[in-house]
């Protein structure tokens, strides 16, 4: 773990995200991890819930930002980048086939979910500060079979780390890579490294905004990290939300 940052390990709460944002309302400003063995009340993106058993990492950053509120969003690409930097430094180095990002908060193997990352924030009410929380479940153990989409976990793919030495592998590499970001000027850094782990240029995408679904072509990464494709007309779209649909594999998430 970063000297200066600290941790907090339940054995269990509804949600290290809400966990984490109640200590905030309480005084606390961070950097702070809140780890639990067991979630009851998990949460993925827009509002899913995320199956927390015992045997996995299911933690949460509390920290506080100066960056651009428009910088907020990006803490889901840094946070990505660092989740595989940390599964690669369980692996001790050895390469997982298929170890991937997805757009913009799933980490795959071989296009099966094995992490999920949700990042949240509020103004800060002490003044212009971000109160910012990243809730990053990453399955080592065991992985939900009722998802609707394939998962998978670490163990499965030869990988054997217990919950606690995850999050020092995770903490180190999240505190990495927010140094580089640097508040939003360094975001090409990351956005470089998100491409060398994520899906090839070309790649078919489904994207449902919840108006509309796009299919169409992954082009890139806009300079701020929004989604750039090509929609089946030819038309060039930039996304900053959706949900994405890898259409060769029908991995949804």
């Given at each position: 773990m970063p000297h200066h940052v600290r941790s907090l390990v339940l054995d269990q709460?509804?949600?290290?995200?809400?966990?984490?944002?109640?200590l905030a309302k309480g005084g606390e400003a961070g950097p702070l991890w809140v780890m639990a063995r067991r979630q009851t009340q998990g949460r993925g993106r827009s509002g899913r819930q995320w199956r927390s058993e015992p045997g996995n990492l299911y933690a949460s950053l509390l920290t506080t930002l100066t960056c651009p509120p428009t910088a907020v969003h990006q803490l889901s690409l840094l946070a990505g980048v660092a989740v595989i930097d940390a599964i690669g430094a369980a692996a001790a180095g050895a390469a997982i086939p298929g170890?991937?990002?997805?757009?913009?908060?799933?980490?795959?193997?071989?296009?099966?979910?094995?992490?999920?990352?949700l990042p949240e924030s509020h103004s800060s009410a002490s003044g212009p500060a971000i109160v910012a929380v990243i809730g990053i479940g990453i399955n080592l153990a065991s992985h939900p079979d009722d998802l609707g989409r394939a998962a998978t976990n670490l163990?499965?793919?030869?990988?054997?780390?217990?919950?606690?030495?995850?999050?020092?592998?995770?903490?180190?590499?999240i505190e990495r890579w927010l140094g580089i970001w640097d508040s939003g000027i360094g975001?090409?850094?990351?956005?470089?490294?998100?491409?060398?782990?994520?899906?090839?240029?070309?790649?078919?995408?489904?994207?449902d905004t919840g108006r509309e679904q796009i299919v169409g072509a992954f082009v890139d990464l806009a300079d701020d990290g929004?989604?750039?494709?090509?929609?089946?007309?030819?038309?060039?779209?930039?996304?900053?939300?959706?949900?994405?649909?890898?259409?060769?594999?029908?991995?949804?998430?």
């Open positions: 709460v509804g949600s290290t995200n809400a966990e984490a944002f109640a170890l991937r990002l997805k757009w913009p908060n799933d980490v795959l193997i071989d296009h099966a979910k094995c992490a999920g990352i163990a499965a793919h030869g990988v054997w780390v217990e919950p606690e030495a995850m999050l020092e592998r995770l903490a180190g590499a975001f090409a850094a990351v956005r470089q490294a998100w491409r060398a782990r994520g899906g090839p240029s070309g790649e078919t995408l489904k994207v929004a989604l750039i494709m090509c929609d089946s007309s030819g038309r060039q779209r930039r996304l900053t939300y959706g949900e994405v649909t890898i259409e060769r594999t029908g991995e949804r998430g």
